[in-house]
């Protein structure tokens, strides 16, 4: 991705889970946390498969015009089945992710409101067949020309296939598009193997690790640094 001029960026596509949601969290990692919290005395390598099985069975099942909330309380439901555990525990517990959830989505609505007017904004997510009605529930959808559900396409990031159906939707290349996501796998890989810029969001108090997956990528901490960013 180096070598070539910069064109300068046409549309904006942003990953939902875990950054227009949250500060670069993925779903798991909050619901684990706010599970330890609540008291939930389980360590992360059982509850990870449940989690799974939880979201997975959500793909083609959950209707389609379920918005945020019912997801969400769908995989609580889940949860509580495959832990064995309250499901009145799993309820505080969803209701808790939602509500941190929707302080931030506002946050984001109100940022792509700023953007919308300079780009297209897109919406690449790995969800369950919902993400339009998600979007439209929490605001977001005022702003998203484009909103690519992986279940809806029958494939999921990093798959070129699902960055190609965005793009094809916003009539842009990838050379004019940028990517904005807190996966380094499905985002980040994804979006550079397509031949587009990605901007990846790192919480602050992430473990050192992996570093970005191309010398010019950006790094933000919070969405709202993309207004400062020549993009």
């Known amino acids: 991705m180096t070598g070539a001029p910069v064109v300068p960026a046409r549309a904006l596509l942003f990953d939902f889970g875990g950054t227009l949601d949250a500060p670069g969290v993925p779903w798991k990692e909050r619901f684990y946390r706010i599970a330890r919290q609540e008291g939930l005395d389980l360590p992360q390598s059982e509850f990870d498969p449940a989690f799974y099985g939880a979201t997975d069975a959500l793909e083609g099942t959950i209707p389609a ?30 209701m808790r992710f939602y509500d941190d959830s929707a302080r931030q989505i506002a946050e984001s609505a109100a940022l792509l409101s700023r953007l919308r007017p300079r780009y297209r904004v897109g919406v ?39 960055f190609r ?3 094809d939707a916003l009539d842009a290349s990838p050379e004019e598009a940028v990517f904005v996501g807190d996966s ?25 690790g992996r570093a970005p997956c191309c010398p010019e990528d950006r790094v933000i ?11």
């Open 65 to 94: 015009d379920a918005g945020l909330r019912e997801t969400v309380d769908r995989v609580a439901s889940g949860l509580a089945d495959r832990l064995h555990r309250e499901p009145s525990l799993l309820r505080r517990i969803g």
């Open 124 to 162: 690449v997510s790995n969800f369950y067949g919902n993400l339009q009605a998600v979007l439209d529930e929490t605001g977001l959808g005022a702003s998203v020309e484009a909103a690519i559900d992986s279940t809806r396409v029958g494939c999921k990031k990093p798959d070129a296939r699902i």
């Open 165 to 167: 159906a965005a793009l």
């Open 184 to 208: 380094p796998t499905r985002d980040m890989d994804g979006a550079r193997a397509m031949g587009m810029r990605h901007v990846w969001l790192r919480p602050a108090d992430a473990p050192g």
């Open 221 to 231: 901490r919070r969405l709202a640094e993309l207004l400062e960013l020549p993009l």
